[in-house]
Protein backbone atom coordinates (compact mmCIF):
# COMPACT_ATOMS: atom_id res chain seq x y z
CA UNK A 1 0.00 0.00 0.00
CA UNK A 2 1.12 3.36 -0.59
CA UNK A 3 -0.65 5.89 0.35
CA UNK A 4 -0.09 9.71 0.50
CA UNK A 5 -1.47 12.38 2.99
CA UNK A 6 -2.04 15.55 0.85
CA UNK A 7 -3.34 19.11 2.33
CA UNK A 8 -2.59 22.66 2.96
CA UNK A 9 -0.20 23.45 5.15
CA UNK A 10 -0.41 23.12 9.12
CA UNK A 11 -3.13 20.76 9.00
CA UNK A 12 -2.01 18.07 10.76
CA UNK A 13 0.05 15.63 8.14
CA UNK A 14 2.70 15.01 10.01
CA UNK A 15 0.79 14.10 13.06
CA UNK A 16 -0.98 11.68 11.29
CA UNK A 17 1.45 9.84 9.86
CA UNK A 18 2.77 9.60 13.58
CA UNK A 19 -0.43 8.22 14.21
CA UNK A 20 -1.16 5.93 11.81
CA UNK A 21 2.26 3.76 12.39
CA UNK A 22 1.40 3.74 16.14
CA UNK A 23 -1.61 2.11 14.90
CA UNK A 24 0.02 0.29 11.95
CA UNK A 25 3.87 -0.28 12.85
CA UNK A 26 4.23 -2.19 9.24
CA UNK A 27 3.87 1.24 7.92
CA UNK A 28 7.30 2.96 7.22
CA UNK A 29 8.63 6.21 5.30
CA UNK A 30 10.80 7.26 2.97
CA UNK A 31 14.31 8.18 4.90
CA UNK A 32 14.55 11.41 2.93
CA UNK A 33 11.01 13.74 2.39
CA UNK A 34 10.70 16.85 0.64
CA UNK A 35 11.27 18.86 3.76
CA UNK A 36 14.76 18.27 3.42
CA UNK A 37 14.76 20.42 0.36
CA UNK A 38 13.02 23.45 1.60
CA UNK A 39 16.07 24.68 3.71
CA UNK A 40 17.97 25.35 0.28
CA UNK A 41 15.17 26.16 -2.18
CA UNK A 42 12.08 28.92 -1.57
CA UNK A 43 8.88 27.48 -1.23
CA UNK A 44 5.23 28.26 -0.64
CA UNK A 45 4.38 31.69 -0.97
CA UNK A 46 8.28 32.76 -2.34
CA UNK A 47 8.19 29.65 -4.30
CA UNK A 48 9.58 29.03 -8.39
CA UNK A 49 10.56 26.96 -10.99
CA UNK A 50 13.51 25.81 -10.04
CA UNK A 51 12.73 24.96 -6.54
CA UNK A 52 9.20 23.66 -7.63
CA UNK A 53 10.90 21.72 -10.22
CA UNK A 54 13.19 20.11 -7.50
CA UNK A 55 10.82 19.06 -4.85
CA UNK A 56 8.55 17.64 -8.04
CA UNK A 57 11.17 15.85 -8.90
CA UNK A 58 12.06 14.44 -5.55
CA UNK A 59 8.47 13.70 -5.15
CA UNK A 60 7.80 11.02 -8.06
CA UNK A 61 11.19 9.86 -7.29
CA UNK A 62 10.29 8.70 -3.87
CA UNK A 63 7.18 6.78 -5.85
CA UNK A 64 8.67 5.28 -8.02
CA UNK A 65 11.09 3.54 -5.17
CA UNK A 66 7.94 1.63 -4.07
CA UNK A 67 5.61 -1.19 -5.59
CA UNK A 68 1.94 -1.81 -4.37
CA UNK A 69 3.53 -4.61 -2.07
CA UNK A 70 5.20 -2.17 -0.03
CA UNK A 71 3.50 -0.50 2.94
CA UNK A 72 4.75 3.22 3.19
CA UNK A 73 3.59 6.86 4.33
CA UNK A 74 4.74 9.79 2.28
CA UNK A 75 4.00 13.27 3.45
CA UNK A 76 2.22 15.17 0.75
CA UNK A 77 2.05 13.78 -3.31
CA UNK A 78 3.34 15.41 -6.63
CA UNK A 79 -0.74 16.73 -7.17
CA UNK A 80 0.71 18.77 -3.93
CA UNK A 81 3.40 20.39 -5.49
CA UNK A 82 1.45 21.58 -8.52
CA UNK A 83 -1.27 23.18 -6.45
CA UNK A 84 1.14 25.45 -4.72
CA UNK A 85 2.69 26.05 -8.67
CA UNK A 86 -0.56 26.83 -9.64
CA UNK A 87 -1.60 29.20 -6.62
CA UNK A 88 2.22 31.01 -7.41
CA UNK A 89 1.04 31.20 -11.50
CA UNK A 90 -2.20 32.49 -10.18
CA UNK A 91 -1.50 35.30 -8.44
CA UNK A 92 1.90 35.97 -10.23
CA UNK A 93 4.12 35.64 -7.51
CA UNK A 94 6.90 34.62 -9.16
CA UNK A 95 9.24 33.11 -12.35
CA UNK A 96 6.04 30.57 -12.73
CA UNK A 97 4.18 30.94 -16.09
CA UNK A 98 2.08 29.01 -18.12
CA UNK A 99 4.27 26.70 -19.72
CA UNK A 100 5.74 25.37 -16.37
CA UNK A 101 2.36 24.36 -15.14
CA UNK A 102 1.84 22.88 -18.59
CA UNK A 103 4.96 20.64 -18.56
CA UNK A 104 4.16 19.53 -14.43
CA UNK A 105 0.62 18.05 -15.09
CA UNK A 106 1.48 15.13 -17.32
CA UNK A 107 4.08 14.71 -14.77
CA UNK A 108 2.07 14.77 -11.76
CA UNK A 109 -0.99 13.13 -13.72
CA UNK A 110 1.43 9.85 -14.85
CA UNK A 111 3.11 9.71 -11.29
CA UNK A 112 -0.95 9.12 -9.44
CA UNK A 113 -0.65 5.99 -10.98
CA UNK A 114 2.43 5.13 -8.36
CA UNK A 115 -0.12 5.96 -5.24
CA UNK A 116 -2.68 3.40 -3.60
CA UNK A 117 -4.41 6.13 -1.61
CA UNK A 118 -4.91 10.04 -0.82
CA UNK A 119 -5.92 10.99 2.57
CA UNK A 120 -7.05 14.56 1.95
CA UNK A 121 -7.03 16.69 5.34
CA UNK A 122 -9.36 19.70 4.16
CA UNK A 123 -10.11 22.60 6.59
CA UNK A 124 -12.54 22.21 8.91
CA UNK A 125 -14.27 24.66 11.44
CA UNK A 126 -14.89 21.63 13.60
CA UNK A 127 -11.02 20.98 14.04
CA UNK A 128 -9.31 24.43 13.60
CA UNK A 129 -5.67 24.22 12.77
CA UNK A 130 -2.80 25.44 14.96
CA UNK A 131 -0.47 27.78 13.17
CA UNK A 132 3.18 27.08 13.97
CA UNK A 133 5.96 28.85 12.76
CA UNK A 134 8.55 26.06 12.13
CA UNK A 135 10.95 28.30 9.88
CA UNK A 136 9.69 26.12 7.19
CA UNK A 137 5.75 26.23 6.56
CA UNK A 138 3.50 28.59 5.63
CA UNK A 139 2.23 30.99 8.17
CA UNK A 140 -0.28 33.29 6.36
CA UNK A 141 -3.84 32.05 7.09
CA UNK A 142 -5.36 33.62 3.68
CA UNK A 143 -2.40 31.80 1.91
CA UNK A 144 -3.39 28.62 3.91
CA UNK A 145 -7.10 28.76 3.35
CA UNK A 146 -6.38 29.40 -0.55
CA UNK A 147 -4.36 26.47 -1.00
CA UNK A 148 -6.97 24.38 0.68
CA UNK A 149 -9.36 25.76 -1.86
CA UNK A 150 -7.50 24.68 -5.33
CA UNK A 151 -7.34 21.43 -3.23
CA UNK A 152 -11.30 21.56 -2.97
CA UNK A 153 -11.90 22.41 -6.15
CA UNK A 154 -9.56 19.77 -8.09
CA UNK A 155 -11.02 17.12 -6.22
CA UNK A 156 -14.81 18.30 -6.63
CA UNK A 157 -14.01 18.48 -10.07
CA UNK A 158 -12.43 14.80 -10.49
CA UNK A 159 -15.03 13.44 -8.58
CA UNK A 160 -17.96 14.81 -11.02
CA UNK A 161 -15.69 14.12 -14.37
CA UNK A 162 -12.74 11.81 -13.32
CA UNK A 163 -13.16 10.91 -16.91
CA UNK A 164 -12.36 14.80 -18.01
CA UNK A 165 -9.56 15.43 -14.87
CA UNK A 166 -6.47 16.48 -16.80
CA UNK A 167 -4.67 15.86 -12.99
CA UNK A 168 -5.54 12.01 -12.77
CA UNK A 169 -4.93 9.09 -14.88
CA UNK A 170 -7.86 7.82 -16.83
CA UNK A 171 -9.02 4.07 -14.90
CA UNK A 172 -5.63 4.48 -12.68
CA UNK A 173 -6.34 6.87 -9.83
CA UNK A 174 -5.36 6.44 -6.48
CA UNK A 175 -8.63 6.15 -4.23
CA UNK A 176 -9.13 9.98 -2.69
CA UNK A 177 -10.41 10.04 0.75
CA UNK A 178 -10.96 12.85 2.54
CA UNK A 179 -9.98 12.50 6.68
CA UNK A 180 -10.78 15.31 9.05
CA UNK A 181 -11.79 15.95 12.64
CA UNK A 182 -9.44 15.71 15.59
CA UNK A 183 -6.61 12.88 15.63
CA UNK A 184 -8.38 10.49 17.25
CA UNK A 185 -11.25 10.78 14.68
CA UNK A 186 -8.99 10.62 11.95
CA UNK A 187 -7.85 7.54 13.16
CA UNK A 188 -11.26 6.39 13.35
CA UNK A 189 -12.30 7.16 9.60
CA UNK A 190 -8.92 5.48 8.38
CA UNK A 191 -9.65 2.56 10.95
CA UNK A 192 -12.69 1.88 8.50
CA UNK A 193 -10.44 1.76 5.38
CA UNK A 194 -7.65 -0.46 6.81
CA UNK A 195 -7.57 -3.28 8.32
CA UNK A 196 -5.57 -4.56 11.38
CA UNK A 197 -2.84 -5.13 8.85
CA UNK A 198 -2.71 -1.61 6.95
CA UNK A 199 -4.36 -3.59 3.66
CA UNK A 200 -7.16 -1.45 2.30
CA UNK A 201 -10.59 -3.40 3.54
CA UNK A 202 -12.52 -4.73 0.46
CA UNK A 203 -11.48 -8.43 0.48
CA UNK A 204 -14.66 -11.04 0.18
CA UNK A 205 -16.36 -9.88 3.82
CA UNK A 206 -14.78 -7.11 4.42
CA UNK A 207 -17.15 -3.69 4.28
CA UNK A 208 -16.48 -0.33 5.42
CA UNK A 209 -19.84 0.29 6.43
CA UNK A 210 -20.33 -2.80 8.81
CA UNK A 211 -23.42 -2.42 11.42
CA UNK A 212 -20.38 -2.09 13.92
CA UNK A 213 -18.77 1.32 12.75
CA UNK A 214 -21.51 2.52 10.28
CA UNK A 215 -22.90 4.34 12.93
CA UNK A 216 -19.89 5.87 14.40
CA UNK A 217 -19.01 7.05 10.87
CA UNK A 218 -22.32 8.78 9.88
CA UNK A 219 -22.11 11.00 13.62
CA UNK A 220 -18.61 12.58 11.95
CA UNK A 221 -19.77 12.70 8.78
CA UNK A 222 -22.60 14.66 10.26
CA UNK A 223 -21.19 17.21 12.08
CA UNK A 224 -19.24 18.17 8.93
CA UNK A 225 -21.51 18.33 6.49
CA UNK A 226 -21.94 21.80 6.22
CA UNK A 227 -18.63 22.85 6.40
CA UNK A 228 -17.19 20.41 4.08
CA UNK A 229 -19.70 22.33 1.06
CA UNK A 230 -17.45 24.08 -1.19
CA UNK A 231 -17.59 28.25 -0.09
CA UNK A 232 -18.08 30.89 -3.25
CA UNK A 233 -14.23 31.40 -2.48
CA UNK A 234 -13.61 27.69 -4.13
CA UNK A 235 -15.81 28.65 -6.99
CA UNK A 236 -13.08 31.02 -7.83
CA UNK A 237 -10.69 28.20 -8.05
CA UNK A 238 -13.11 26.31 -10.38
CA UNK A 239 -12.32 28.66 -13.28
CA UNK A 240 -8.42 27.91 -13.03
CA UNK A 241 -8.94 24.37 -13.02
CA UNK A 242 -11.40 24.32 -15.55
CA UNK A 243 -8.62 26.39 -17.83
CA UNK A 244 -6.91 23.79 -18.07
CA UNK A 245 -9.17 20.66 -18.59
CA UNK A 246 -10.48 22.84 -21.64
CA UNK A 247 -6.80 24.08 -22.86
CA UNK A 248 -4.74 20.84 -22.86
CA UNK A 249 -7.50 17.81 -21.76
CA UNK A 250 -7.59 16.81 -25.33
CA UNK A 251 -3.70 16.20 -25.23
CA UNK A 252 -3.54 15.14 -21.92
CA UNK A 253 -6.46 12.56 -21.78
CA UNK A 254 -6.22 8.68 -23.90
Known amino acids: MRIAISGTAC ?11 KK ?17 NPHSKQCNK ?22 VLFDRAPLDNLIYSMWSFDKGASDIDEPFIEKCIPLVRESMRLLDIIFFIP ?6 ITIVDDKTREVDPLYITEIDH ?20 KGD ?24 DGDIIGTEGDTVLNPETLKGIEQ ?16 FQKDLIKKYEKKIGKKLIN
Open 50 to 71: DGQWAILNHLIDDLQKYTKDDM
Open 150 to 169: LFKAILQQFNKAPENSVFFP
Open 173 to 196: APAIIEIFGKPRERIYLIDQYLNE
Open 220 to 235: LYAQQTEELKLSKNVD
Open 11 to 21: TGKSTLIADMI
Open 123 to 128: LTKSSP
Open 24 to 40: WPKYTTPAKTYRALLKN
